[in-house]
């Protein structure tokens, strides 16, 4: 049986196995110290010109921010439609493997426009937010559901729905929408720490 697990699902195991060391990661020593020499860089992020205009122009940063809020409604309602036509809540009349196309579409834009502005607007408060744990709990939970969507989840649902049983879609949608509720939860958190 677990032979055929193996076989079967190398790719979610391989996951499984990155978000199991990440988790080790940041419960261990070794983060410490990792931590520690990040300072450097993001010390480094605020000279930038990305980090002085971030700084100096607040009109710039609160238009970027708006921008990085609508990058990730985008992310947001492309994962809400995709597990709830997985659920079987939404689009019931659509077929599967098209809605996830079109919604894993907008979820790379959205995950795009996100990044780049989330990165601007980490140049105009790097130094804030590295001694913001909450950051560093954010960037571990978008990492690991980037790796969830790119590594379980797009390779599931590429073949054809009729070979994966029902209850493992269901799954699927349950844990993705608990993973990117974890990453929204603490990117909220940021604006309520700083």
Known sequence: ??????????????????????????TSEA?????????PLFEWMETTPLGVIGQSWGAVFATVQAVHLLGMALLGGAVLVADGRLL??????????????HCHRL???????????????????????YYLPVFWYKMLALAVGVAFVYGVRRPLLRQDS????????????????????TVAATGRWIGFSG
């Open 88 to 101: 079987d809540l939404a689009f019931r009349d659509t077929p599967l493997l098209e809605v996830q196309t």
């Open 162 to 181: 009729d070979q994966v049983h029902p209850a493992v879609l269901k799954l699927l949608a349950v844990a993705s929408l608990m993973v990117w509720f």
């Open 107 to 129: 979820f790379t834009c959205g995950l795009v426009t996100a990044a780049l502005t989330g990165l601007f607007m980490t140049c105009g408060v790097a130094i804030k937010i």
């Open 31 to 39: 983060r410490i110290d990792t931590w520690a020499s990040l300072l």
């Open 1 to 26: 049986m677990t032979k055929a697990i193996a076989h079967g699902y190398p790719r979610t195991l391989a996951v499984a196995l990155a978000i199991g060391l990440g988790l080790w990661f940041a």
